[in-house]
């Protein structure tokens, strides 16, 4: 039933929300461009205009932008945590490379919530744009990245609600696949719900990086504790192979 309630609040107000404030497709574009990085043009300090026919052509820039948002993206996955008991995804208490899932309160008590999800590494995204994007480097939609996991459907929900509710946030893209017409074969049996958006607020508009998309993978408990490294490379080979955008 949780899961019903799970495909039926996706499918109504997002479908509709995203269409309704995803870029415009611009004539003789290719579609695959329209969810493509933006580059920003400044017009004044306070105020700029997303230019949707220039898109960021070099990884520094992006990489750069990604740098300037990630602060402010790590503060609004921790606001939306609160609002509904998710857990966040910091660095392992241990010292070692791995990662922990902890409660919000945990995160921030330690002071491991500053080393939520790191930017996409220049490596990896040259890769991934590679294999999967002809090397179009505006295609990256993930190098601004994080991980909200959750105990139960309902607090994915209330995570889900903060997020469509958040006057600065812009949906440009939302993928549900824990609905049950997902084909689970093309993502190795893995299941979440994937937005993209923009965070369009007076600081980011400051900063130039109101058009930089980010992606925010929303997880259940069960479901992010049986990844690992190991795994979690063997899944990205798996896609990048047979997923080519080609």
């Not at 902890?102 to 002071?111: M, Q, T």
């Not at 508009?205 to 992606?215: A, I, Q, T, Y």
């Not at 408990?221 to 798996?238: C, K, N, P, V």
Request: net charge positive; aromatic share 4%; with cysteine.
């Amino acid at each position: 039933e949780e899961r019903r309630q799970l495909n039926l609040k996706i499918a109504c107000p997002l479908s509709s929300l995203s269409a309704q404030r995803a870029p415009t497709k611009e004539a003789g574009r290719p579609p695959s461009l329209q969810l493509a990085q933006t580059a920003v043009t400044e017009r004044s300090f306070d105020q700029t205009a997303l230019d949707t026919s220039s898109p960021v052509e070099s990884l520094e820039q992006l990489l750069a932008q990604s740098q300037a948002l990630l602060p402010i993206l790590r503060w609004k996955v921790l606001k939306w945590s609160r609002r509904s008991n998710g857990l966040l995804t910091v660095p392992a208490a241990d010292g070692s490379n791995g990662l922990d899932v902890v409660p919000w309160e945990d995160a921030v008590a330690d002071g491991r919530v500053l080393g939520m999800m790191p930017s996409k590494t220049k490596e990896r995204a040259l890769e991934k744009a590679a294999c999967r994007y002809r090397s179009n480097i505006s295609r990256l939609l993930d190098i601004s990245r994080q991980r909200i996991v959750f105990k139960t459907i309902k607090d994915l929900l209330e995570c889900l609600d903060s997020i469509v509710n958040d006057t600065e946030t812009r949906l440009v893209f939302v993928r549900n696949a824990m609905q049950s017409k997902h084909d689970a074969s093309n993502t190795v049996g893995y299941r979440d719900v994937k937005l993209n958006l923009r965070i369009e607020s007076r600081l980011t508009r400051e900063l130039g990086v109101d058009g930089h998309v980010c992606e925010i993978l929303l997880v259940l408990d069960d479901m992010a504790r049986i990844q690992t490294e190991a795994s979690h490379q063997r899944y990205l080979g798996f896609r990048d192979q047979h997923q080519s955008d080609i």
